[in-house]
């Protein structure tokens, strides 16, 4: 059985009981109609405090000026990162120290931060579980691995979880910046400017409070087109969807969620918007199974990234896109059984997924072989600095 990975928790006006209702593929028992209600209540009312203070914080700053450096005083820090795309801003906010967390290579430390809260974390922590445990009473394979008994998430999701606070800027603004060409260079490299790449999350969930404005868009696999996910999302709604990590580990039973951010769907052209993804990730050194990495790999190729390009590519193309090499380091101990492929580090299985991830994305522009060759020389070279030399051609 495979589940769309995502489900939308509504949260209940009264302070009665909490109700879930999960979209999935399926028509299966929704995982998490168990959810203790008062629990949840209380974490719910500190993510809206949580967000209430993150639009306030965009409303009163210049995102657009680079602020100066942060001295160091107590609480916590916003790290301020080079977006995907130029335009966007986005801070990061990481659950434990960012010495140890990835990717904070481009990001400096700035604004700090009042509310030191784990809601989210531990939010999460529980809706994983939760979703490990629906995902072992349906399959007996992941069943056999015992990861509810192995894993101890909010233990092993502490180094590298991190919150998201994101601005996207108006369509205005945008059209505004757009410099004067013919009139049809513009309006493609206006559309285009106002889609952020589409992609999924790496890591085991993300927990997605409904933004500042729409914009928000998923395809369930096997689907072509684009849900406006946040015209089904109420205020208070909480979007809960898997990432890659949680795919890997229970063999596809949940299914990553491809999603991006399309600024069209915006109703008012002058609002920006701000949104706050949270990010549970596994600790790099956790040993995870890879149950059916091909599957994996493969629903990851087969994401319409770019649905015409999907459409028109022929079977030879395929078939090479299909030739994934996935090379784990072979010091690692792994263990086999009938079930698993390999037991690897999440480190290993990360940075596989990130230069999969960057492949294809290059391959968009050059050929494969040419790419995989730059990438062999590049990575022989500068051995310590994929995740760098991936997030740098992930860029706009
Ligand atoms: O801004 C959003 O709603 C989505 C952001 C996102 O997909 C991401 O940061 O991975
Ligand atoms: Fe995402």
Same mark, same amino acid.
């Given at each position: ?48 405090? =949580?967000? $209430?203070? @993150?639009? +306030?914080?965009?409303? !009163? ?7 100066? /450096?942060? #001295? ?101 603004? =945008?059209? $505004?910046? @757009?410099? +004067?060409?013919?009139? !049809? ?7 285009? /400017?106002? #889609? ?201």
């Amino acid at each position: 059985m495979r589940i769309n990975g995502f489900a939308i928790i509504e949260m209940p006006s009264e302070p009665t009981s909490m109700t879930t209702t999960t979209c999935t593929a399926t028509e299966d028992d929704p995982p998490m109609t168990n959810c203790k209600g008062s629990d949840w209540l209380s974490l719910y009312s500190q993510i809206r405090q =949580l967000y $209430s203070h @993150s639009f +306030s914080f965009f409303l !009163q700053h210049d995102v657009n000026s680079k602020q100066k /450096k942060s #001295t160091e005083s107590k609480g916590e820090f916003l790290y301020r990162c080079e977006g995907f795309h130029r335009e966007l801003i986005e801070f990061v906010l990481p659950h434990s120290s960012p010495h140890s967390h990835a990717n904070m290579h481009s990001c400096k430390k700035t604004e700090s931060w009042p509310l030191v809260n784990n809601s989210l974390y531990e939010v999460s922590c529980e809706v994983t579980s939760i979703l490990l445990k629906y995902g072992e009473l349906r399959s007996k394979e992941l069943k056999s691995l015992h990861l509810s008994e192995q894993l101890d998430w909010k233990k092993d999701c502490d180094e590298q979880s991190c919150l998201r606070v994101l601005h996207y800027p108006s369509p205005n603004f =945008l059209q $505004s910046k @757009s410099p +004067s060409k013919s009139s !049809q260079k513009i309006a493609s490299d206006y559309n285009s /400017k106002l #889609t952020y790449y589409p992609h999924c999350d790496l890591g085991v969930v993300t927990l997605s409070p409904k933004a500042s404005t729409s914009g928000l868009e998923v395809c369930l696999s096997g689907a072509n087109q684009w849900i406006d996910i946040d015209s089904l999302l109420n205020e208070n709604d909480l979007l809960v969807h898997s990432g890659y990590t949680l795919s890997c580990i229970t063999g596809s039973f949940y299914q990553p969620l491809f999603h991006r951010v399309n600024m069209n769907l915006a109703r008012d052209l002058s609002a920006p918007r701000f949104s706050m993804p949270y990010f549970l990730r596994l600790n790099d050194n956790i040993k995870i199974p890879v149950l059916q990495l091909e599957t994996c790999l493969k629903l990851m190729q087969t994401d319409p990234i770019d649905f015409t390009e999907t459409q028109n590519s022929n079977e030879d193309e395929h078939k090479n896109k299909n030739e994934v090499c996935i090379h784990f380091d072979s010091n690692d101990d792994y263990k086999t059984s009938d079930n698993v492929e390999k037991w690897t580090t999440v480190a290993q299985f990360m940075a596989c997924i990130r230069k999969e991830r960057a492949l294809r994305k290059l391959h968009q522009i050059h050929s494969r072989l040419c790419v995989s060759f730059i990438i062999k020389i590049l990575l022989w070279l500068y051995p310590h600095k994929q995740n760098e030399l991936f997030d740098e051609w992930l860029k706009e």
